[in-house]
């Protein structure tokens, strides 16, 4: 199934969540009512259609057991501690004989299991549990989402962005424009759009009109982008007004705030500088390697050009039809 702006946030929340727990090394990192395990109480209900409730409101500190479904049988163990020795040691605990027609799960909320999922593991309770499906991570998690239909995509959406939405970073705050990067990021860019009509002539007259020689070959070669930043641009605002606008308009800011000290090349250069300055200190940006943002920086930066948010036109211009 096609990816979905739904899904990239998605994706983007649950991966800045699980680096968080990793960097400060324990779970109640959030206040997500009171502890990380009732976050994954309410995400794998809203995914699964489970009916977990939090075992520990009802009796404090019970072994091997966080979470329970008694409809469904199942009981949970959310853990940032992904190992076979942590499990080994759940399974083995008295307090789990009373499950016997349950199903034991175990949700690492930091790592990724697929290691984890190919060890044998002592079960001296013989409870039911199969390492292969009964071993949850983020990655297998985000893979039955990315297979939902748009609709339960946009429910499972709307919860995390309740809960991790408006987390802020201690020095750093979110932006729309990391938010974008983070999508361009997963795009195929081999992989051209020809849904608009580029004129190139058009674009050629732009340049030359203003001065444009060692940026004429990054708009060259990024300008055929055009129709799948404006696909992108479409989908973004779909999760909220002026999103796609409030991209523009920051370039565009970093474009006025520069024109009255550099021109030409330095300064079509010193935009890119300065939007990858804002995107790299911005709180939901998820590392790439710099190459890679370089590439979607520059297919942001010339898809600007080409809408007139940056330098001069000239008289007539229109590079789309």
């Known amino acids: 199934m096609k990816r979905s702006i739904y899904f990239n946030f998605i994706e ?16 109640n990192i959030l206040d997500l009512h009171g502890h990380s395990e009732n976050f994954y109480q309410y995400l794998l209900n809203e995914v699964y259609s489970w009916d977990l409730k939090n075992e520990n409101a009802n009796k404090q500190n019970v072994e091997a057991i966080d979470l329970i479904d008694i409809g469904n049988k199942l009981i949970i163990q959310v853990s940032a501690t992904a190992t076979k020795q942590k499990i080994e040691s759940s399974l083995s605990k008295d307090s789990i004989k009373q499950f016997k027609e349950y199903t034991y799960k175990f949700v690492s909320i930091a790592i990724n299991a697929d290691d984890l999922r190919k060890n044998k593991f002592n079960n001296p309770h013989g409870i039911k549990f199969d390492p292969f499906v009964d071993i949850i991570d983020n990655k297998s998690i985000l893979t039955f989402i ?150 979607c920086l520059n297919v942001l930066v010339v898809d600007a050009f080409i809408r007139c948010k940056i330098f001069e036109n000239p008289n007539n211009y229109a590079a789309t039809r």
């Open 12 to 27: 983007d929340r649950l991966n800045h969540l699980a680096t968080r727990i990793i960097s400060r090394g324990k779970l």
């Open 146 to 295: 990315k297979n939902m239909n748009p609709e339960s995509q946009k429910r499972v959406y709307q919860f995390i962005k309740k809960e991790l939405g408006a987390e802020i970073d201690a020095m750093k705050m979110e932006s729309n424009l990391a938010s974008i990067i983070n999508i361009l990021s997963k795009e195929d860019l081999d992989n051209i759009d020809f849904e608009f009509e580029i004129n190139s002539f058009e674009i050629d007259r732009k340049i030359s009109f203003n001065n444009l020689t060692s940026a004429k070959l990054i708009i060259e070669d990024y300008f055929i982008h055009y129709g799948r930043v404006d696909r992108i641009y479409s989908e973004f605002d779909s999760l909220g007004s002026n999103k796609s606008k409030s991209v523009l308009a920051s370039i565009r800011q970093e474009y006025a705030k520069a024109k009255s000290n550099l021109k030409d090349d330095q300064l079509f250069f010193e935009i890119i500088s300065k939007i990858e300055e804002k995107v790299i200190n911005s709180a939901n940006y998820i590392e790439i390697p710099i190459e890679e943002l370089e590439l």
